[in-house]
Nanobody, 127 residues
């Protein structure tokens, strides 16, 4: 099982940027599809973005497409989420997730498809 630790959350103004990091340990991260999810108060956890093992394939939720960028640095066992043009509705706890994979595609990206999770980092966007 891989252990995940997020960092980089905080307070930003609308239109601003934040960069989240997810450090993986325990297993080599290249063996894992990495994903970012978020959960706002009173709402279910939702998919934000995911990146394939190679980093060549990414997918985004429609709500963040064109504003957020997911990336990974396999030698550093770290995934990132660059969040630009932030909106108040982006306010949530952001979670990093990992799923062991043997292929190079993304596969299914629902919450239940990811067995490994970080503790979450709060992102608050003020208007």
């Amino acid at each position: 099982q891989v252990q995940l630790v997020e960092s980089g959350g905080g307070l930003a103004q609308a239109g601003g940027s934040l960069r989240l990091s997810c450090a993986a340990s325990g297993r080599t991260s290249i063996n894992y599809v990495m994903g970012w999810f978020r959960q706002a108060p009173g709402k279910e956890r939702e998919f934000v973005a995911a990146i394939s093992r190679s980093g060549l394939t990414t997918r985004y939720a429609d709500s963040v497409k064109g504003r957020f960028i997911i990336s990974r640095d396999n030698p550093k066992n770290t995934a990132y989420l660059q969040m630009n043009s932030l909106k108040p509705e982006d306010t949530a706890v952001y979670y990093c997730a990992a799923r062991f994979a043997t292929g190079w595609s993304l596969g299914s990206l629902s919450v239940t498809d990811f067995p490994s999770w970080g503790q979450g980092t709060q992102v608050t966007v003020s208007s």
